[in-house]
């Protein structure tokens, strides 16, 4: 899908933006292969996902998790998949499943931590 033969067309050539979802695993992968394979950043986004590696909504982690370093490390990752996907210059990122999130309106909540590293992001010319 990636690669194609002489004159034929990739699914790049033709879609606008592509969604990749990694699931568990490291979405920086999903994007060093699109970058190999010469197509363009600017058309893909990545999924981020809003449960922990277990596959447990992060909604549904205990409370001592979600304020304790689970909590804070599931955010971070999110920061830091925002962080990569603007650094590259990619289309985006969307959230499986916003759902799994607790309220926004917390300060645990990933979907808030998704918005604090985009607007960092815009506010640093190096990245």
Known sequence: MLAAKAGQKTLADVADRIHVMTYVGDERE???AWEQANLPLHRLAFGVRFYVDNGTPYLDLPDNEINGK?????RQRVRDASLFAYKKRLAGVFIWEIGQDT????????????????????????L
């Open 30 to 32: 999903a994007v060093t």
């Open 70 to 74: 689970p909590g804070l490390r599931e």
């Open 103 to 126: 309220s926004p309106t917390k300060k645990n909540s990933l979907l808030k931590a998704l918005h604090s590293a985009t607007k960092e992001a815009e506010g640093n010319a190096e």
